[in-house]
Each structure stands twice: as C-alpha cells, then as structure tokens.
C-alpha cells in the first residue's frame, strides 16, 4: 500500500513537471513571430512624438496612405462619423500657427486635421463614441506614420473649447465639424529614443 502511495506520488510530480515544461514551450512559442509578426510588433514599439521634421515635403501618395490607415480604423457601429482635413501648402498649415505650438506648426510640412462629423455622430449617450473613433483614426494615423519613414505628433484640441473654436475659426470649418486633432507629419529631422512605459502596476489580472 505504501509502495503504491510512493508511486502515485511520482506519477503526481512527473505530471506536474510536464505541465510546467508544456506551459514554458507554449510560452516560448508563443514569443518565437515570423518577421512580419515581428515588423509589425517593432512598428507599434518604436512610434514616438516626432516634432521636428526635414524641410522636405510628403508624397500625395504617402498622404493617401496615411488617410487610408486613419479610415481603416474600428468605429462604434461602424459609424466612421469623422471628416479629415489635409493641409499640405505652407499657407494652409500656418492658418494653425496661431494657437499653442506655433512654432512647431510653421515648420510641419504636412498637418490633418481629424474632425468628429457630428452629422454622422451616434444619438444620444453614444453620440460621444466619435471621441474614440476619431482617436482611433488618429493613432492609426501615427502608427502608419511611423511605417512609411515619416514622424509624427498628435496635438490636441477637443475637449478644450478655445483650441476646437479657434481651429474652426482658422481653417473655416463648419459647426457639425469638431476638431481632435491636428497631426503634424513629416520626414524626422530627430530620433528620440521610444519611451519605455511598461508598468506592470498598472495591469490587473483576474
Ligand atoms: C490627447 C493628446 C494630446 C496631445 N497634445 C499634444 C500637444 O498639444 N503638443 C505636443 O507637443 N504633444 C501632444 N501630445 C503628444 C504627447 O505629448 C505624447 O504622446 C506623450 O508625451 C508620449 O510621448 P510619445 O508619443 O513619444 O510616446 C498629445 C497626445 C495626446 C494623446
């Protein structure tokens, strides 16, 4: 009886042990990516602000690929309540310079403007899904970015009333059309070192 004991005991442990090396196989396979995998992963890790750019103008075709990442982003039922407003001609972008960063702005070779269209908005309490959508679009925006060889940064107007109201008023926007954000892009004339932002503190798990 007790040899039995002993040996159920065993079977116990080498149960265990294989579990354990299946859990760091499994773990180990799951961190071994293809290039792709790991291209896109890298693409996601090395976006940061970029916020001094080459005097250098962005291809109409990149322009569209940036346009087409931000409209491929997820929307609350498929909603896509938002408007983007390119500005590539020096004139156009320094009608931004007038608020805060001009500085930064008159030196942006490119800025889109993404905009929540509330005639496309949701109704009632989820009408402010258009936040979240349009900021979708935007980090979309920046990752695509950050793909193609540009830098980009996000600066923000909505929810600050003054920013939303003088954008409008610049670029000449109607009421329907709330600006988040202008995304000022260009080839960047830095490299800042990513910001490292993990914090295990931060995450709980249930
Ligand atoms: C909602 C929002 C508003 C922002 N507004 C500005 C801005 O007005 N000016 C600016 O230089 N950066 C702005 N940023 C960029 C942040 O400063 C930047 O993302 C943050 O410092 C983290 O740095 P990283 O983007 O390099 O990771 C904004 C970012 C977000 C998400």
């Not at 890298?42 to 750019?53: A, D, G, L």
């Not at 004139?91 to 931004?96: A, F, H, Q, V």
């Not at 900021?135 to 996000?154: F, K, P, R, Y």
Request: charged share 20%.
């Amino acid at each position: 009886m007790k040899k039995l004991g002993k040996r159920v005991a065993l079977l116990i442990a080498a149960a265990a042990m294989c579990a354990c090396s299946t859990t760091a196989q499994t773990e180990q396979n799951a961190t071994e990516l293809t290039p792709e995998q790991q291209a896109a992963y890298e693409n996601i890790m090395t976006r940061t602000s970029i916020r001094s750019w080459e005097d250098k103008a962005v291809e109409p075709a990149k322009v569209e690929m940036l346009l087409r990442a931000g409209m491929a982003a997820p929307t609350a039922v498929n909603r896509q309540p938002w408007h983007f407003v390119v500005l590539d001609k020096r004139e156009s972008i320094d009608l931004l310079a007038s608020g805060r960063g001009g500085g930064m702005v008159r030196k942006a070779p490119l800025a889109i403007v993404v905009c929540g269209d509330m005639t496309k908005a949701l109704e009632g309490d989820a009408r402010e899904f258009w936040v979240q959508d349009a900021s979708a679009a935007t980090e979309n925006i920046l990752l695509a970015a950050n793909a193609i060889g540009l830098g980009a940064v996000w600066t923000g107007a909505y929810p600050i009333g003054d920013r939303v109201n003088g954008i409008r008023e610049a670029l000449g926007l109607g009421e329907h059309l709330v600006p988040l954000c202008a995304i000022l892009i260009g080839y960047p004339h830095e490299h800042p070192t990513p910001k490292d932002k993990w914090k295990p503190e931060n995450v709980t798990y249930k």
